[in-house]
């Protein structure tokens, strides 16, 4: 590069763990860096299900990307939400209309709720990605009680005491154990015409079992400890129908006011206008180093990317957007120093966590398995250690140590104004 010449420009979308990871990592690098995303947070997404059951509040598990690059001098943060990409001109345009040129291009805007052709189920069964989704469950499951507790009618009163989890992996199972402890233990105590504990919380996989990316002897012992804390699993049986009175299960119509879906991911809309081919899932099927197929300057990881490594996809987790972040930023360094290539991406897997509720956990480290108690101190210590900033990491072990020995959550308030049934 000769001096006096302008930087080379990449542009960043999405400020999750591929492109937060990727930002950091090129901190010196001879790079003018603009980061773009829709929110002005990184959010900690594994822990975002304890935002929506009033363990921990928004602050807990989120910080200002302003704040978190605020000494990366080659950095610039933009608030703006990208709609459409241009691969050949190299530029992209925000919602608002501006344009931004790059010379390199990280796409990491993640994954959202994929209802399997049912898209009509979204305004009856919202999903967990953001804090807004986190925010809404919160008061649709607090509102649930309070509407309850305020109703004559039996049959109604147990359908707003009814709560159903589609879909069995990390997210459902944690949010249906957490929501038994709520109905059984945090809000023990607290009502005068209904019993909390009566709550029917019920958590459905249409697979064969639950948690099935874990060995299926750690699945069946998640299995138990969802049955000890009052969770009824249903497996083997999809869901076929969800309306604002509940949904279909095989036969039966089960009157329920309260459905959370966890049950399926689909990538950005953003990866269509690469005019590149997808999975079935409208993810990216990257090259090797994680570019895209025609365009060696545009890169794509997290959510978004398919890729293969020892033969096996990488699962869309947050280790691997991380990796993904990394890696990308090392081909950027080896490009801008003029050296060889690293070799292709490769994903290392630490292992599963995955937590079902107080004292309840699996953890699947190569050999190693624990599940109860272990594996839960194994789960806390994890996730506290990998959360950004101090102070989160303080506020999170408070909170969580002042819930293990009282049951109570921290967070139980209900925002604004009790709105109208939406359902009804």
């Known amino acids: 590069m000769h001096a006096g010449a302008p930087l080379p420009h990449l542009v960043v979308v999405g400020g999750g763990f591929a492109g937060l990871w990727a930002t950091r990592a090129l901190a010196d690098a001879p790079l003018r860096i603009t980061l773009i995303d829709r929110h002005n947070h990184h959010l900690f997404q594994p822990l975002l299900y304890q935002v929506a059951t009033a363990g921990l509040s928004a602050p807990d598990i989120a910080a200002p990307l302003r704040h978190i690059l605020r000494r990366q001098r080659n950095v610039e943060v933009r608030l703006g939400e990208v709609r459409d990409i241009a691969p050949a001109r190299k530029q992209l345009t925000l919602a608002d209309g501006t344009v931004f040129d790059f010379d390199c291009l990280l796409l990491a805007s993640g994954a959202t709720h994929a209802y399997f052709g049912r898209d009509e189920w979204a305004t009856h069964a919202p999903g967990l990605k953001t804090l807004d989704d986190a925010l809404r469950l919160r008061r649709e499951l607090l509102l649930a009680f309070e509407r309850a507790e305020a109703e004559t009618d039996p049959r ?144 794509v990881a997290g959510d978004l990317a398919t890729v293969q490594s020892g033969g096996r996809p990488v699962p869309g987790v947050a280790p691997a957007a991380k990796q993904m972040g990394g890696y990308v930023a ?38 190693l398995k624990l599940s109860g108690l272990p594996a839960w101190w194994f789960w806390l210590a994890a996730h506290v250690f990998f959360l950004i900033g101090f102070r989160n990491r303080l506020v999170v072990l408070l909170n969580w140590a002042w819930a293990y020995w009282s049951y109570q959550r921290a967070a139980r308030i209900i925002f604004g104004n009790p709105p109208t049934d939406r359902r009804a």
């Open 156 to 299: 109604a009163r147990a359908a707003w005491l009814s709560f159903a989890i589609v879909g069995g992996g990390p997210t459902g199972v944690e949010l249906a154990g957490t929501l038994a402890e709520i109905a059984r233990h945090t809000l023990k105590n607290e009502f005068r015409r209904i019993d909390p504990r009566e709550a029917r919380v019920r958590l459905i996989e249409a697979g064969p079992r639950v948690l099935s990316s874990f060995p299926e002897d750690l699945s069946t012992r998640a299995r138990r400890q969802l049955e000890r804390l009052g969770v009824e699993v249903v497996t083997g049986v999809p869901v076929s129908e969800i309306t604002g009175a509940g949904y279909r299960l095989g036969d039966d119509f089960v009157p329920a006011r309260t459905v959370v879906w966890a049950a399926g991911v689909a990538a950005s809309p953003l990866a269509r206008s690469l005019g590149v081919p997808l999975d079935r899932a409208g993810r990216v099927l990257v090259e090797p180093d994680l570019s895209v197929p025609g365009h060696p300057d545009i890169f």
């Open 330 to 367: 090392r081909v950027l360094r080896a490009r801008l120093a003029g050296t060889s290539a690293p070799p292709p991406f490769r994903y290392r897997d630490f292992g599963n966590l995955a937590t079902i509720g107080r004292m309840a956990a699996i953890v699947h480290l190569g050999r």
